[in-house]
Structure formats: C-alpha cells, structure tokens
C-alpha cells in the first residue's frame, strides 16, 4: 500500500545538485514515557497540528519506538512563492523517496497546518512518534504547501513549494533505538516544476 505521504518527489533529483542539507543531531532518551498513541497507517492521511501547538510524544507504554522530534526551517535566500503561509507536510520514509519513488514507504508523518514561513528566519516544530527502530538509516522531506494545492489524501508538492533536500537526496536520520532524536529540517529549495 503506498503511503498517503509518498509523494512524487523523484523528479526532485534533476534540480536538488547544490541544496543545501539538513542538520540532524541525535537527541538524548525522552525523559518520560508514559502513553501511547497509535501506529501511524501509511495507508491514512498524515497525522495534523496547529503550528502554534505541535504534536508531542507522549512516549508509550513498552517503550519500543522511537520519537522523531525538530524544526522545519527557511534558510539561505529561498523564498516561498504563494506568501509563506499554509500547511507543512513531513514524512520519514524507509528509503529514499526521491531516488527510490517507487518502492519508498512512509512509516510516519504528520501535518502542520497554518505554518507562518513568511520570515527568512521561520521555524515551526514538528513530532513524529512511533517510529520502528532500524539499524539502517531514514529518509525525512518536509515540504511547504503555501499555495495550498496538496490534498491531504495525497499530498506533493507543486511548483514553488519549499522542499527539505540534502543535495541529491532527502535528508538522512538514524533511529536505531527506542528514544527521541532530533532532526532539523531545512526548506532548501522552491520546486521549479
């Protein structure tokens, strides 16, 4: 079953040469565990948060995934193309989705509605939880849907939507046990297609 967030993002490849790259640091064990939310269905639409109140983990109760936790930020010169405002899509993927479209899976994501990236300087925090822990690395891309063409059942991004990109690729974070890291992600580039 194709995730509701495996968007078409193979076409990034051919203009993502000379973006810039996320910057993921690993974060220290949640300090707290307690609760549990339910497994993210990559048949199902992302989970949603207000920017101003992001998701949070919880933790759960066997303490058996991880937390993906960090900023989507505006850097450098790239600006939005429809304002600013909108909703930010991201996504963590068991391989790349920009090189590998076809065989990419979610395994988590959520939506931040009403994201303000109007400032060069924006950043709005995300949370994704209930992540499988793996040796082998993930794939993460955010994307600002700011002219508001993405649906939720499907959601890509369009010309002018700021993408994360890690030159070639989406940018790479290891969860390889059950605790929280930290990933900020970085809007890169404006689709040019």
């Known amino acids: 079953m194709r ?25 220290s064990p949640a ?15 992302p989970t949603t948060s207000d920017a101003a109140t992001p998701t949070t983990d919880a933790g759960n109760a066997t303490g058996t995934t991880a937390t993906l936790t960090g900023k989507v930020k505006r ?6 193309s429809a304002g600013g405002k909108g909703p930010i899509y991201v996504a963590v993927f ?7 479209r076809q065989n990419a899976r979610s395994v988590g994501n959520v939506l931040i509605n009403d994201a303000d990236m109007t400032s060069a300087t924006a950043a709005v925090d995300y949370t994704i939880t209930n992540l499988p822990p793996r040796s082998q690395q993930y794939f993460v891309i955010a994307f600002l849907d700011d002219n508001k063409t993405a649906t939720t059942a499907t959601p890509a991004p369009d010309r002018g939507d700021l993408v994360s990109m890690d030159g070639f690729s989406a940018p790479k974070v290891t969860l390889a046990t059950a605790t929280t890291v930290t990933l900020d992600l970085n809007l890169t580039m404006a689709l040019p297609f």
């Open 3 to 27: 995730s509701a967030l495996a968007f078409p993002l193979a076409t990034l490849a051919l203009v993502a040469l000379g973006c810039g790259s996320a910057d993921a640091t690993t974060g």
């Open 31 to 45: 300090t707290t565990d307690a609760g549990s939310s339910p497994a993210v269905d990559a048949g199902t639409a």
């Open 75 to 80: 850097v450098g010169t790239t600006s939005p």
């Open 94 to 100: 068991d391989s790349d989705p920009v090189t590998n």
